[in-house]
């Protein structure tokens, strides 16, 4: 850690087996900028251990060696807390939404949805055909809503939300679906799920730019999750729209993390 000093200004604490928000460092660079009037000793870009904790690159030489003289006493990520408070940053200074994840499965934080269950119901990974994704949900400059409909770790975020806001998926061309999968919720604990809301197909595309016009109900999320196979007949055929809609005003934050969808193109 101390040969590190000299190299750059900040220093960034991660681990392996851990996967990252798409543009990380730009994040970073964005909300260490915004800081330049504040004093700190640590910026931390993740709620587990010691994963995703900003220093500066100064302050390495003491943390390595208060690191070698206690590590014994205490876990790592207990002794950072103490060192951040030794140097008289009382409090943690949480930057939301958090940009890196430990690979570690839903299952082990005990959430009624797991979605890793849900991912292997299928042997067969989802496809997404190519679309475009629109929402009147509330954006930043931090992740877009069409990194809800990756197939990767990135997701959407958003806060405060009015009853009847929605995220549309509009496909390129019709798709026939067997299935569809949204998950919102932070993958650590559960956290910023959509508390009541809806997914909806969508048909008969037309305008500019294409809007369907006529949609029927999926199904409704259950504790911030839907896992919908379309067994009813002409249902899922030529599909054009999905659409999340929430159904109740929401307070606070809002991580839409996955729509998954199964099919192919109607062509």
């Known amino acids: 850690m101390s040969f590190a000093t000299k190299l750059s200004d900040y220093f960034l604490l991660i681990e392996d087996n851990a996967f990252f928000a798409p543009n990380f460092v730009t994040h970073i660079h964005s909300r260490v900028t915004t800081m330049k009037s504040n004093s700190w000793v640590l910026l931390e870009f993740s709620n587990m251990g010691f994963l995703g904790k900003l220093f500066h690159s100064r302050d390495l030489p003491l943390l390595a060696h208060f ?6 006493e205490k876990p790592l990520d207990s002794l950072i807390s103490h060192f951040r408070m030794l140097l008289v940053q009382e409090s943690p200074i949480l930057c939301k ?31 997404n055909p190519p679309g475009a994704v629109f929402t009147d949900m509330q954006v930043s400059d931090v992740h877009f809503p069409w990194e809800a409909y990756t197939l ?32 919102t919720g932070s993958i650590v604990d559960g956290r910023y799920v959509l508390e009541k809301g809806q997914v909806e197909l969508g048909y008969e595309p037309e305008g500019v730019p294409q809007h369907c016009t006529s949609f029927a109900l999926l199904g409704h999320l259950s504790e911030g999750q839907m896992d919908q196979e379309i067994h009813l007949k002409g249902m899922g055929y030529h599909v054009s729209c999905v659409r999340l809609v929430v159904k109740a005003g929401q307070a606070g934050g809002l991580m839409i993390r996955h729509i998954y969808l199964w099919g192919k193109n109607d062509k």
């Open 67 to 72: 690191l070698l003289l206690f590590y014994k």
């Open 97 to 127: 939404p958090f940009l890196f994840y430990r690979r570690v499965s839903y299952t082990a934080f005990d959430h009624k949805q797991k979605a890793t269950a849900l991912q292997k119901k299928n042997a067969d990974g989802p496809n």
């Open 152 to 183: 990767d770790e990135s997701f959407f975020w958003t806060h405060n939300l009015s009853i009847g806001n929605h995220l549309t998926v509009i496909l390129n061309h019709p798709a026939n679906l067997s299935r569809v999968q949204v998950i």
